[in-house]
C-alpha cells in the first residue's frame, strides 16, 4: 500500500472518496472492468495497472459503470474461511451484455480482483501521478467464484472464495476442482493412471433384451456430438418429418442426407439444428485405408480411437500418412469434454437397440451407471 494513501487514510482525508474496482477474468481470457459507480453518476472511471515493472510500462484500465455491491469480506482468526457474495445487477441485462456469448456458469472458477483506491487517484483526477507507473492503492484482494447463489432478472449473486481456500486441496489424494474433470482421458490404457478407464476402442459391454451381452464402441467428440460407424448405419435412418414423432432412439438426416442427428428429447415437429435442444448431430466415421481422405472427414485408426481429417490428401501405400498425434494432416476427434455430461455419455452408453453388437448410442443415459467423475458438480447450481 502506498505511503500517500497511508497517510491520506491516518489524517482520515474526507476530500476523496473510496472508489472500489473490479477485475472479473473472463472465460477466454479477457478482463472484465467495472465498478459500482460514484455518488454522482455512472461514469467511466480509468486507473493505471503495471504490465511490466521492471520496464516501467504500464496500460490504464477503464472501468465501466454497474450497479454491483460485494459483502461478507469481514477477516476472521480462526475457523473457517469467510466466503464473500458479489451481487451484479441485471436489470435490463446490464450484466448479461457485457458477457457476450458467455453464460453466468463460465465464470465459475474464474479469479475477481478488488481494488480500492481514494477518487483523488484516479486517472485525470486531482492527484493522479501522471508519469508515474505505480498506482497509488490499497492492497488488492483476489477471490475465486466458487458458485451462483441466486440468480434472476433483477440481480446476480456470485459466491467468492479466496484463492488459498480453493486451489490445491487434497481430500486426500484430489485436488479440488469445480465443473471439471480432474482425471486424464482414458489414462488407465494409456499407462499414465488416473480414475478414467475408459477403453481407448470405446468398447462398452450392454445386455441386451434376450438376455445375450453385447459389445459396443461407444465415440464421443468434445461437444459429446456422437461419432457412429458409417456401415451399417442405425437401422430405420430416413431424412426428418414433421409429422413423425421421433423417442431418444430416433436418428434421422437434414441436408438432402449429408447430416446425421440423433433425438436426445422425444419430439415432435421439431427440427433439428445446431440450436435445438432436442437433437444432437452425429457425425459418420469409416475405418482408415490407404486412398483419398477428404476434409474432415472421420477414420478409426487400428480399430481404437477416431481421428479427423485436417488437410485433404491422399494416403498411398508407400506414403500412407498415417494418423497420430504429431501428424499435421489429422486430429484427435474423439476428445472427452471434461465435464460430467461427457461422463454420462461415455459409463451411461444405452444402444439404440435392444439387441445386436456395434449399434450406435441413444439418447438416453444409464442414470444407475457409476461414474469416475473427478471434479466436484456440486460446486455448481442446481
Request: proline share 4%; charged share 20%; aromatic share 10%.
Amino acid at each position: 500500500m502506498s505511503n500517500l494513501i497511508t497517510t491520506d487514510t491516518q489524517t482520515q482525508e474526507i476530500d476523496s472518496e473510496l472508489i472500489e474496482l473490479f477485475e472479473i477474468e473472463m472465460p477466454d481470457g479477457t478482463e472484465l472492468y467495472v465498478h459500482p459507480g460514484l455518488d454522482s453518476d455512472l461514469t467511466t472511471v480509468q486507473l493505471k495497472s503495471i504490465t511490466a515493472p521492471t520496464s516501467g510500462d504500464y496500460t490504464v484500465n477503464t472501468y465501466i459503470a454497474m450497479p454491483m455491491m460485494i459483502d461478507g469480506l469481514d477477516v476472521q482468526a480462526d475457523g473457517a474461511s469467510n466466503r464473500p457474495s458479489l451481487t451484479v445487477a441485471n436489470v435490463g441485462t446490464i450484466f448479461s451484455s457485457q458477457l457476450s456469448d458467455f453464460k453466468n456458469d463460465d465464470l465459475i472458477g474464474k479469479r475477481i480482483r478488488r481494488r480500492r483506491t481514494l477518487r483523488k487517484y484516479l486517472v485525470g483526477e486531482s492527484a493522479d501521478t501522471g508519469s508515474t507507473v505505480a498506482s497509488i492503492e490499497f492492497p488488492r484482494q483476489d477471490y475465486i467464484i466458487d458458485r451462483i447463489g441466486s440468480e434472476n432478472n433483477i440481480s446476480i449473486t456470485f459466491e467468492v472464495a479466496t484463492p488459498f481456500d480453493l486451489e490445491g486441496i487434497k481430500l486426500p489424494r484430489r485436488v479440488v476442482v469445480g465443473k471439471y474433470c480432474s482425471w486424464k482421458y482414458q489414462g488407465h490404457d494409456n499407462g499414465i493412471g488416473g480414475g478414467c478407464t475408459w477403453k481407448l476402442t470405446g468398447g462398452v459391454n450392454f445386455k441386451g433384451s434376450d438376455g445375450n451381452i453385447y459389445t459396443h464402441n461407444a465415440y464421443f467428440d468434445v461437444n459429446d456430438s456422437p461419432l457412429i460407424k458409417s456401415s451399417p448405419l442405425p437401422a430405420g435412418i430416413a431424412a426428418h418429418s414433421t409429422s413423425t414423432a421421433y423417442t431418444e432412439t430416433s436418428y434421422v438426416t437434414t441436408d438432402s442426407g449429408t447430416r446425421y442427428w440423433l433425438c436426445v428429447i422425444a419430439n415432435t415437429n421439431k427440427t433439428p439444428s445446431d440450436s435445438s435442444e432436442f437433437w444432437k448431430e452425429a457425425f459418420l466415421w469409416t475405418e482408415w485405408a490407404v486412398g483419398s481422405h477428404a476434409l474432415g472427414a472421420r477414420v478409426r485408426y487400428q480399430s481404437k480411437t477416431i481421428w479427423k481429417c485436417l488437410v485433404a490428401h491422399t494416403a498411398t501405400l508407400g506414403n500412407d500418412i498415417k494418423p497420430s498425434d504429431k501428424s499435421v494432416y489429422w486430429i484427435r476427434e474423439d476428445v472427452c469434454g471434461k465435464t460430467i455430461n461427457s461422463c454420462k455419455c461415455r459409463y451411461g452408453f444405452i444402444p439404440a437397440a435392444a439387441t445386436g453388437s456395434n449399434l450406435a448410442p441413444s439418447g438416453n443415459k444409464n442414470s444407475a451407471a457409476r461414474l469416475p467423475f473427478g471434479g466436484f458438480p456440486g460446486t455448481l447450481k442446481f
